[in-house]
């Protein structure tokens, strides 16, 4: 059975698969017909145990544009509110011949888990503060398509990176791809075990923008805190908020990214999100294709 369960232990070339494929299923979905027949034979549910807009509408969209037949799930509307159990709710969908799971999960290792306790093969989409495998595929090949080249550019990313998995796969991806990769936010916002993952650590954000070609700016995800960790919004946005003035102070222009949702105003001005230096909507776009190329890839091997 094959999975894609995090960054972590995929090698080189499967990213650069992933991203060849990808390549081709853009230029698929921007003819006129944006469909192609590969996965009529493939069913794929989705299931969503937390909110998302980005990664769900993108799977739904690339699993329709690979023909495969889609069903949605969506924790709050189902019987796990009655109490049934992950592995029950996950067996009883694939007893309606399902082949394939995508799945969001509020815990850490949900993915791993569910890959262990069922026979099916399994995408992890964002499980707690674990990984997000598809957005950091989507977001290196989102830097590859502006700078022509992941390997050799400093990326930092900037903010709460110990609640992202965002931040976690990413580290991965780039690192893996030979890209220079620093962390930058509040200590308290950092992992205690920040510097095993090999990146360097900045806690002044000018000096990490100095450094960097492309600076990728996180959400903090209050939803995840028991405590509060930041004494206030309107301290980290003094901080740890790109703007306008800020990057207009660098000697050079460099690429803005975010994962989204944005909180506009806390992280990120709206004249930077806005400007031609962010590429936010273009890491949306090319998770389309991003996904389409992780599916096929999986349910190539299903078929043989
Ligand atoms: N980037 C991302 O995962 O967004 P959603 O939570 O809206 O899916």
């Known amino acids: 059975v094959n999975h894609l369960l995090g960054i972590k232990n995929l090698q080189e070339k499967d990213i650069q698969l992933i991203f060849e494929t990808a390549d081709h299923f853009k230029e698929?979905?921007?003819r006129p017909i944006k469909k192609v027949p590969s996965l009529?034979?493939?069913?794929?549910?989705?299931?969503?145990?937390?909110?998302?807009?980005?990664?769900?509408?993108?799977?739904?969209?690339?699993?329709?544009?690979?023909?495969?037949?889609?069903?949605?799930?969506?924790?709050?509307?189902?019987s796990v509110k009655k109490g049934e159990?992950?592995?029950?709710?996950?067996?009883?969908?694939?007893?309606?011949?399902?082949?394939?799971v995508v799945m969001r999960h509020p815990n850490p290792g949900a993915s791993v888990f569910l890959s262990k306790h069922v026979t099916a093969n399994i995408i992890n989409a964002g499980d707690g503060a674990h990984e997000h495998p598809t957005q950091a595929l989507l977001d290196s090949y989102s830097i590859r398509e502006r700078l022509g080249d992941v390997a050799g550019k400093n990326v930092v990313?900037?903010?709460?990176?110990?609640?992202?998995?965002?931040?976690?796969s990413n580290i991965y991806a780039l690192k893996l791809q030979g890209a220079n990769v620093?962390?930058?936010?509040?200590?308290?916002?950092?992992?205690?075990?920040i510097d095993k993952l090999g990146v360097k650590v900045e806690t002044n954000l000018l000096k990490a923008l100095q450094w960097c070609d492309v600076a990728n700016m996180l959400r903090v995800q209050n939803e995840r805190m028991e405590i509060s960790y930041f004494p206030s919004t309107r301290e980290y946005t003094q901080q740890f908020g790109v703007n306008k003035t800020l990057l207009e102070s660098l000697d050079k222009e460099i690429t803005i990214m975010h994962p989204g949702p944005i909180n506009r105003g806390v992280e990120i001005t709206s004249d930077v999100a806005d400007s031609k230096q962010a590429i936010i909507l273009d890491q949306v776009q090319n998770g389309v294709a991003i996904r389409m190329a992780v599916i096929y890839l999986l349910a190539s091997k299903i078929k043989q």
């Open 157 to 168: 990313i900037v903010g709460d990176i110990l609640h992202s998995r965002v931040a976690l």
């Open 28 to 30: 698929v979905i921007n």
């Open 85 to 100: 159990t992950l592995i029950d709710t996950v067996n009883n969908i694939l007893s309606m011949k399902v082949d394939m």
């Open 40 to 78: 009529r034979d493939i069913t794929i549910a989705n299931l969503f145990f937390e909110n998302s807009t980005r990664t769900k509408l993108s799977f739904e969209l690339a699993e329709k544009r690979l023909s495969a037949d889609v069903i949605n799930f969506s924790a709050g509307q189902s």
């Open 182 to 193: 620093m962390v930058c936010g509040p200590k308290t916002l950092l992992p205690k075990h």
